[in-house]
């Protein structure tokens, strides 16, 4: 088994709710008004699924063997889709703080909300089609069978050990419910 075909099925899951990012901050401009448990609810999204658990195993398991295999850290593909998992928590804490004023009653803050979802969804969808049409491949020509499959082994232990039982099963739940909405 290819290590990417995880990371890449784990980008489909993303996409959707990037996708449903898209709808609310529509909402948001049609009607002025934040649901503001959903928005709370996106951004547990990007913070523990995305990144946690997607980007954590990517940053802790694939970038550094690639490294091990003379692939630079900094400059070349990997630095760029490392700055840009930086970009996405950025825009993440944005979202999360917007949130807060709005909620201490800054209504002004509906609109960084809104603009720090379009923002996200944008960075995300094109950081998904560099990993997938670049990085991937790259590493598919590097990587061995048996690093393939040692890198397989590492992403079930992040499932298992940081994340646990139960969270990616709790998160596509969630990500039905917003779908049908
Ligand atoms: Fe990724």
Known sequence: MRAAD???HEHETVLVVTKAARREAEAIEETGQVNTQRIGKFADFFLNFVDRCHH?????HPFPMLEERGVPRGGGPVG???????????????IAEALTRLEQGDGGAAEAIKQH?????????????????????????????DDQQSLVDAF???????????????YHQWIHEIVKE
Do not use: C, S
């Open 156 to 170: 079930d232990a992040v499932e298992r050990e940081e994340m646990g039982e139960g969270t990616h099963e709790h």
């Open 6 to 8: 995880i990371l890449e």
């Open 117 to 145: 979802l379009l923002a996200y969804a944008d960075l995300l969808e094109a950081h998904i089609q560099k990993e997938n049409g670049i990085l991937f491949p790259m590493g598919d020509r590097i990587l061995t069978p």
């Open 56 to 60: 954590g195993k990517e940053e802790k």
């Open 80 to 94: 760029v889709i490392l700055q840009e998992h930086e970009l996405g928590r950025a825009e993440v804490r944005a």
